[in-house]
C-alpha cells in the first residue's frame, strides 16, 4: 500500500479528531431523550408540576418546541463567530444549569408560568451542543467522506433521542422502580457526561476559531449573527434546501401526532392499535431509521448526495407516506403498519446527505450560514407536521394528510434538482475516488 495507513476509525468514515465528539453527542442526546415519553405525564402528577394536561402540552411542544427552532438556527451563526467548540460549551452547560431550575425550583413550586419559562429556556440547550457539532464535523472532515460524516452524526443524535433515551427511561422506571423525579436526575447525568466527553475529549484547535477565512473583517463580531441571513437571497440554493429539510421530517412529526386519533385508541370506534402498539410503532420506526442513517450516510458518498436526497429521500417518502397509512387503515393488521412504518424510516434516512451538501454549496465564509438554515429546518419540522394534520385532517381526515404529506415531498424533490455543487460525488466522480481509496487503504 502507498501512503499513510489509514486509521480504523477513519476507515468506517468518522474523523479521527473528532471521534470523541460522536460519542458525546450520543451520551447528551440519550439523557436529553430519557424524559421524552413520560415528561408530559409527569407535569400532571401532584407529585410533578401539577399542571393541567393542556399546560402540559403546551410546556413541552409549543413552549419548548419554540425555543429549539431558534436554537437551531443559533447553533449555525453562533459557530460562525466563536466556534463550534465554544458553542457546545455553552449548550451543555445551558442545558445542566437550567434543568437544576427546572428540577428544584419550577417543579417544587408548581407554578406554571415559572415552568414554561425554566423548561422552555432549557429548549435552548440541546440543539446548541449537538448541532455546533454537526457544524465542526462538516466543516472540518474531508470532502470525500461528509456523507458518511453526517450519517455518523444522525446515528448518534437519533440513536440517543428518542431511541435508547426511552430505553433508559422504560428501564429505570420499569425494572428499576425509580420515581419519574429520579428518572429526570438520571437524564441530568447523563448529559452533563455526555456534554464532558464532547467538549473536553475532542481537542482540535479548529473548533475554537470562527468559520472565516482571513479576509473577514472582525470575525467575532456579534453583528455576524445576521450577516448570514442575506445567504437565502444570495444563493437560491440555500433557500431550497432549508425548504427540503422542513419537508424531510415534517411527516414524522405529523404522523405520530395524528395516529392515535386515527387507528389507535383515540380514533372512532377505538381504532385497531392500543395506546402501548403505537408507542411500539414509533420505536420500531425509529429504530430501522437510525440503522439507514448510517447506510445512506456512507451511500451518498458513492451515488451522490443529492441523487440520495432526490430519488431515496424525496421520491421515497413520497411513496412510503401514504402506503404507510392506507396500508394501515386499509389492513386493520399491527403486523403490516409496522412493516409500512420501517419502509418510511428507511427512506427517511435518504435525505441524511443534505447535511454534506449544503455546507459543500457554499463559500467557507457562509458555511455556517448554511448549517444554520439546515439546523433551522430540522426545527420547523416539528411545527410544520403537525400544522399540516391541523389543517388537512378537519377537510378530510387522515387520507387528506397522507396526501398532502405526499405532494410536499414531490415539490421538494423537484427543489432537490437544483441542489448541485461540484463537491457532490455524483457530480464529479468522488465516489469512484473513493472507492479507489477505500481499495488501497485496504
Known sequence: MNGERVHWIERIGIPRHLAWGFLGVLIF???????????????????GGGLSGSEAGFA????YGIAVLIASWFSGTLSTVWGPRRVMWLGAAWWVIFEILFLAVAIPTKNATLIYLIYGLRGFAYPLFAFAFLVWAQITSKEHMRGTVAGWFWFAFTGGLPT??????????GPFGMSLYDTMVLSLILVAAGGLIGCVAVNDPSGTRPIADETVANPRSLKRLFEGVDILWRDKRVLAGGLVRIVNTAPEYGFFAMFPFTIGPGAP????????QVAELATIAYGANIAANLFFGIFGDFFGWRRTVTWFGCVGCAIATPLWYFAAVGSHSFGVTVACGVIYGILLAGFVPLSALMPSMVTLNDKGASLAILNLGAGGAAFIGPAIVTLFYPVGGGAAVAIAFCVLYLIVAVLSVFLK???????QGIGARRRTELARSG
Open 29 to 47: 442526546m440519550i439523557g436529553d431523550g430519557v424524559e421524552v415519553t413520560y415528561l408530559t405525564r409527569f407535569l400532571t402528577l401532584p407529585s
Open 60 to 63: 413541552t411542544v409549543t413552549v
Open 164 to 173: 435508547l433515551g426511552s430505553g433508559i427511561a422504560a428501564l429505570a422506571i
Open 269 to 276: 370506534g377505538g381504532g385497531f392499535l392500543s395506546t402501548s
Open 421 to 427: 455543487d461540484a463537491s457532490d460525488p455524483g457530480e
